[in-house]
């Protein structure tokens, strides 16, 4: 391989790991040869150490992604949250006093915190749909899970 499509390949690198690894490997190696003197203890160290600083680097990048992307999450349904009606919020209470996303038309025809106004003004803006139950014959509304896991967070306990 030649030495400038090997640098090429290096700068175009989109894996954080990768790019981590490739700089702090080079530096210990580097570093190495210049204690030592020796290019075969610097071949080994920088060899020896590269694997271990990639997963390393990618382990603490995807982490940091994650958390990105959860926070990004919670800020949408925050806003989502907060830009419901009396009658959304009503029913976002209802699924978290219910205990879960999912609930059978009987139990929301039975409940008064399910109004058919609010379920319906859910379901027109993506938040709220129907499913079918396990055993193919009971229909369910669904809250979206991650305003589920939002108004859980807002919603104090159920008065009973």
Do not use: C
Request: a negative charge; aromatic letters at 10%; charged letters at 25%.
């Amino acid at each position: 391989m030649k030495i400038d499509r090997w640098i090429e390949r290096v700068y175009e690198e989109r894996d954080v790991g990768r790019g981590i690894g490739t700089s702090l490997a080079g530096v210990i190696g580097l570093s190495t040869y210049l204690v030592w003197n020796d290019w075969v203890t610097a071949i080994f160290a920088t060899m020896i150490s590269f694997p271990v600083i990639r997963i390393a680097a990618a382990a603490v990048h995807s982490r940091r992604v994650q958390s990105k992307e959860r926070k990004d999450t919670r800020g949408k349904m925050r806003e989502a949250f907060d830009n419901l009606g009396a009658e959304e919020v009503a029913v976002a209470r209802a699924f978290v006093w219910h205990g879960g996303t999912s609930v059978t038309w009987r139990e929301a025809n039975r409940s008064d915190g399910f109004s058919a106004a609010g379920i319906e003004s859910l379901s027109n803006r993506g938040l709220v749909h129907t499913s079918v139950t396990l055993d193919g014959l009971t229909e369910t509304f669904v809250l979206d899970v991650d305003l589920f896991d939002y108004a859980k967070t807002v919603v104090p306990e159920a008065p009973f």
